[in-house]
């Protein structure tokens, strides 16, 4: 419920309704501007607890609040008016302008309200039926009469008891309380004599609270429990311990005595603040596994967040004296985020998968081509995790095609063999036509694609002029031989073979047929040139026969190779289809100016003669030396070098 300047949230204690209010004062008659919000429930309750953060140093502001009436338990809102009192309890009156009723609040806890004081943290008790707040427990001064049992029966029917003391700031406390504090009232004690002992009714220990009736370190008569001569059991039957004395001025006013149980005195009750249920202060998705309502101040349980909430490990909180449960945790829902980690990076996340709350569910799947590896769905858990499982792999198809055709020569795929990688490419032998064997990794993993090898034959005749196929044939199959012969009057070219091999359906051979008639020395004389001679051993010049050209004395033969003459001894010529052979030359040798191995007392001048084949260079002894051998003539031979001899000494 949002208000018009603050917002109260109000959950119900059984000693109150518990409101977590934000208050700012800043001057006189400026509003404070406190913002928040929160939820009123509250019925059948008995006194209001209010938690306030923080005050201004004003005394007087206008607050918006919203209460709850104690008598019909509905809820009323209103402009409410506080004012602060300052003192040893710090309290407020809070004023409702819609009804104009006005009720009491005091400072239980926290740095409450002193002078020049700019903020606190404190509880505030709403002291409705007389009931006021001290360190952690309620106490009303009933105004009733009743013996020690019947004091017991009235405050139980207040869901209280009798007080038991457990310092001297609480036994003046309950002193105070009573307006006029000239009446005795009974305290919750027991008291034994011989020796002296006290217990109290509601189980409290006395051990850390030792009453000492020797008065030793204080004054009876000022600060002592018990007043001047207490306990005495001065009627033999004072077995209740009483506070204060209706028959006699004390000194000491709100010091002990032992009373006879059935005298009649005033009542005081005391009840502990108890933290109410926990489940009004969760938090949505909040979960109690232990927290009981009326728990003491100072117990502790401990709440988690519901699945599907975090945190979602218990969570202790403790009773505190304010009637809250502090530490309760706020719980918030678990979300996976968009994210679902370790997915496979090739997997896709479905369309829908919108909520990422703990409980939903998405679904990832894997493109086309790839191997699955679970069911894809996968769930937001309690942790914040998504819980699940896929695995995409490519297809592998592997290195090998299969294929039903034995004359494929190879069906070893290299580089990816994964679908969508690369294609595999398969070969028929040699000797094989063929047709596809393009193969591509298809989306289920396995070779798709188709091969077909046909074997190639070649012909049994043959386009060679004259020429057909022999006897002697292994077959017409690839790499096989046969012999071809050449047709009558015909014989094979003598430097060609009559053998052939089948080669992917083509015949291969050299052979040539030419008619078997002899050739002409006449046409192999006039070819050559005049300086050759020709050389045709038994003069056969039949096919198949050779003749060889040279040149004569004093020439050099060079043959024609490629464009390029170049020296030789003799060149060839086949009778054939007519004789075959190279293109020649006949050049005259000439030895050169330089006479090699002449004595190196001698000279020649062989610069002024032709140097050719047979022409002389004559040496002499140079001055000063005599020929001793040889006569000094040189003759150019047929090698191209100067040959002669000479001796100077």
Known sequence: MWLSRSTVLASVLLAGILILANARNTAAGVNCNPTGSGVVDGKDSKGIIIHMQEVCDNTNSDFNVLTCNVDTGSCEGGNYTFSFTVGEFASFDLTNSNSNTTTRATCISGNCLSSGASSFTGG????HNGFKYFQGSQYVFTNEKASFEGGIAICTSMDAFMPSVTSRAENSFIYDLDPVEQHARWLGGRVSHHPSYLEWVDGTPVTDFLPDPSYQGCDPDVDCLYQRGEPNNANGDEFCLAQGSDTKVIQNPSGWADETCSNDLFIVCEKAIVCGSVELSLQKGGVNMNCKENAKVGSTCYVKCDEGYGPSYPTFVTCEETGLYSGVPKCFPIDCGADIANLDQDAVVAPGCDSTLYGSECTATCPIGNEVTGDGLFSCNNHGDWIGSLACDLYDCGPSPETFDSNVISN???GDTHYGGDSCELTCREGFSQEGGVYECSVNGTWSGDVSCTEIFCPNATTIPDAMLGEKCGGLNHGLECNFECAYGTVPHPSRTTNATCNIGVWETDLECVEDVPCANQELTSAIPADAVL?????????????????????????????????????SYLCGAGWEGPTVQCAPIQCGVLIFGLDENASADCLHVSGFYNTECVATCNDGFTATEGDGIYKCNKVGLWEGSLTCM
């Open 535 to 571: 050389d045709c051993p038994g003069n056969f010049t039949s096919i198949g026969s050779y003749c060889y050209a040279t040149c004569q004395d004093g020439f050099d033969l060079y043959e024609d190779t490629n464009g390029y003459f170049e020296l030789t001894d003799k060149a």
């Open 412 to 414: 070893l795929c290299v």
């Open 124 to 127: 505030y008790f709403y002291e």
